[in-house]
């Protein structure tokens, strides 16, 4: 069965930086895109930022542009989430979701549980 492992997660000063990684195993990663998703305490589901299949392409939240960079490595079924500039406003649960098909729609079908970011001075 699909499982996302996510981890990385913890507590930043804001302009600090923190790496998410998530371990994929389950389904043949290298045909999947994926996503990071968040929630923060009291709001729904965001979506953070997506990375085709064959990582020839990312697409990002206007809310975390320029500061946040998705990657992966189709080798070791792992998706990557960089996180630069980090701002109180990103402390949220994060989390690791399967994408349905090859290129990123910010639509999921499985998503991990999660790896808590707190970002405060």
């Known amino acids: 069965q699909v499982q996302l492992v996510e981890s990385g997660g913890g507590l930043a000063q804001p302009g600090g930086s923190l790496r998410l990684s998530c371990a994929a195993s389950g389904f043949t990663f290298s045909r999947y895109a994926m996503n990071w998703v968040r929630q923060a305490p009291g709001k729904g589901l965001e979506w953070v930022s997506g990375i085709y299949s064959d990582a020839s392409d990312t697409r990002y939240a206007d809310s975390v542009r320029g500061r946040f960079t998705i990657s992966r490595d189709n080798a070791k079924n792992t998706v990557y989430l960089q996180m630069n500039s980090l701002k109180p406003e990103d402390t949220a649960l994060y989390y690791c979701?399967?994408?349905?098909?090859?290129?990123?729609?910010?639509?999921?079908?499985?998503r991990g549980q999660g790896t808590q970011v707190t970002v405060s001075s």
């Open positions: 979701a399967k994408g349905p098909g090859s290129i990123v729609t910010t639509l999921y079908d499985y």
